[in-house]
Structures are given as C-alpha cells and as structure tokens.
C-alpha cells in the first residue's frame, strides 16, 4: 500500500527518498510523545535483560540457579547499592549544607562590610550618595527575600502533592521494570534467537541494532563526561584552598548530569559566597570554571555520540536542542534517540528499495 501511494504522486527517487524521511519522522514522533510513555519501563527492561542474559548465563552454569532468580538478586544488589550511594551523597551534601547556614550570619555581616566598602568607594570616584545606595540594595534585597517567603517557598510547599506523585511514579515504573526484567529473562533466549532467524525482524535487528549501539554509546559518554568534570571541578577548587573542594567538585559532575540544572547551581553559589569573603580571585576562578565545564559538555557530548554513531555532532547538539522543546525534560534523551531511530529506519528502506 506503501508503495503504491509513492508510485502515484510520480515523485523522482530524491521526492521519495524525502517523502520517506518526512514520514518516519512523523511517526517516530508520535511514537516517543504518545507510546513511549508506556512502553518504556518494557523496553528498558528488555535492554537490561540483554545486558545481564551473559553475567546471568555464566551463573547459571555454575551454581544451577533459574536465570530470572538470579536476575532479581544482582538487580535487587544493584539496587541496593545504588540506594547507598545515594544516601550517602545526600548525607554529605546536608552536612555541608548545614554547616553553610550555620555561617550564614556571619556572610551577611561580610556582604554589609562589602556593600559598605563598595559605596563609599562610589562616593569617593562619582561623587554619589553612598547611603542612598547602600539603603537601596539593601532595600530590594529585603524585598527579594520577602518575595521567596511569601510567593516562592509556598508555591514549592503548594507542589508537594505533585512532587509526590512523581516520587511514586518513578518507583512504580522502577517496580513494572523490575518485575519484566524477571519475565523476559525466562525465555530471553527462545526471543532472541526468533528475532535471529525469522527474516520479518530483519528490518528490526539492523535498526535496533544501531539503536542499542547508540544507547551505550550515550550512557559510556555521559559517564566520561561526568569522570572528567568531577576531576577538573575537584582538582580546581582543592588547589584553591576551598574546605570540602575535592566533594563540591566531585557532586559539581553529578549536578551536570541533571537536565535544566547543570554545574552552575554548584559553582555561582560558591563565587557568590567567595566574593562575600573577599576572595575575589577565588570567586572569579569559580566561575571561569563554571565556563570551561560548560564548554566541555559542549565540545564532548556530540564528539563521543556524534562520532561513534555515524551522525554529525552538530546533528545531536540539534536532536537534543529539539527534544527539549518537544518533549520537555526527558527530550534531552528522547531527541538523540529520536534522531538515531529516523536515521536507521530512512537508510534500511532506501537500502532495501536499491536492491
């Protein structure tokens, strides 16, 4: 039916090959925006099953252990694992966070003696009113911190039935993966080898294939991108004589990973909390190193994708700004991924129509 439809409009083969492109990208669309959703948690799980199906196989041989028993207890050790870490993080970053606001009063004082200094200097070069000055900061810092209790923080108290609902979101997709992990490892290799031999999933291997081959791809960058900026973060801000520089470094990394927040809600905090204590160079170290960190994401992210996938960097640095916009948060992986499966799926249908 396909075909036919092409072969009336009488297009030219470039008209079909654009005709094509235009529509799977239609289709993959529709596909991430409306099925991806529910899908996911199964599609995951059948990646993980693939990814544990050698470890679990090498077990099973050893032990005599069921494949999906054994799957549960290294995703059920993983888990835990991760959970630890986690904890951990957020048990350092609440000690550091605590100790920061027990020294708040004592940076308010420093930034009076800043503000002072900065308008008497004023006064003394241009000839201004340094009180008036003075009083109109402090004024509209008042009003600033006004503004946050009474607009900010209750509209962020006001969302906790929806932060809620996301929390129990997550684990329930978390629970729905877990559990088809378990079920798909049972026959995981009766599927595969179907899969193998049946010449209808042909087109599926080849293009999941290079989707799979895009996934780890993905997951290896970001993990190179996070080893390095945690490193530069660390190594830069324990040379500057910063108490706790090599953790602030190291969380700095983990900070980038997240979509919309990146380095800076690390790096202007610490400037802005080093100007206020006179360190002057140290805050402006803080953030040219927010600028470098920024430019290493920038210049590693399409390298380590782009090149290893057989698409331009300036491609994926496109796939994900698009993403964003289409797909909200999560269009920062669904963009790229978007563009892999657009790409595959156009070059194994020209393929197989030049035969």
């Known amino acids: 039916m396909w075909v036919i439809f092409m072969l009336k409009l009488n297009l030219t083969n470039v008209g079909k090959k654009y005709l094509v492109a235009a529509v799977v990208s239609l289709l993959v669309y529709l596909a991430m925006k409306y099925i991806s959703p529910i899908a996911s948690p199964f599609i995951l799980a059948f990646l993980v099953a693939g990814t544990l199906n050698p470890l679990v196989q090498a077990l099973h041989k050893r032990i005599k252990i069921r494949k999906p028993v054994l799957a549960g207890i290294i995703l ?39 503000l002072g200094d ?21 004024e509209q810092v008042n009003i600033f911190i006004e503004n946050l209790e009474v607009k900010v923080l209750p509209a962020i108290m006001g969302k906790s039935m929806d932060y809620a609902k996301n929390i129990v979101s997550f684990v329930s997709f978390f629970v729905v993966m877990f559990i088809a992990v378990l079920l798909i490892m049972k026959d995981f290799d009766k599927v595969m080898a179907k899969l193998r031999e049946d010449e209808e999933f042909q087109g599926i291997r080849e293009v ?23 490193t530069v973060c660390a190594l830069v801000l324990a040379l500057m004589g910063m108490k706790g520089g090599i953790f602030y470094g190291v969380l700095t990394g983990f900070m980038d990973m997240l979509p919309f927040i990146g380095t800076g809600i690390m790096l202007v905090p610490l400037a802005i909390f080093r100007l206020i204590n006179g360190s002057y160079l140290q805050a402006v170290l803080c953030l040219c190193l927010y600028a470098v960190c920024a430019l290493i994401r920038e210049f590693l992210e399409p390298k380590l994708i782009g090149e290893k996938i057989g698409v331009w960097p300036v491609g994926i640095l496109f796939a994900v700004f698009a993403g964003i916009h289409l797909f909200g948060v999560w269009g920062i ?17 020209w393929g197989k129509k030049e035969e």
């Open 76 to 114: 059920f050790s993983a888990s835990v694992l991760i959970i630890v870490l986690i904890w951990a993080l957020m048990a350092a970053l609440f000690a550091n966070g605590g100790r920061i606001a027990g020294e708040l009063p004592d940076y308010q004082e420093e930034f009076g003696n800043l």
């Open 333 to 349: 992986i669904k963009g790229p991924l978007s563009l892999v499966i657009i790409c595959e799926i156009c070059k194994y249908w």
């Open 118 to 138: 900065c308008c008497n200097m004023m006064e003394r070069q241009f000839g201004v009113d340094g009180v008036q000055i003075e009083k109109f900061v402090l």
């Open 208 to 230: 999941g294939q290079k989707v799979i081959l895009y996934v780890k791809t993905f997951i290896k960058a970001q993990l190179i991108i996070l080893c390095v900026i945690s």
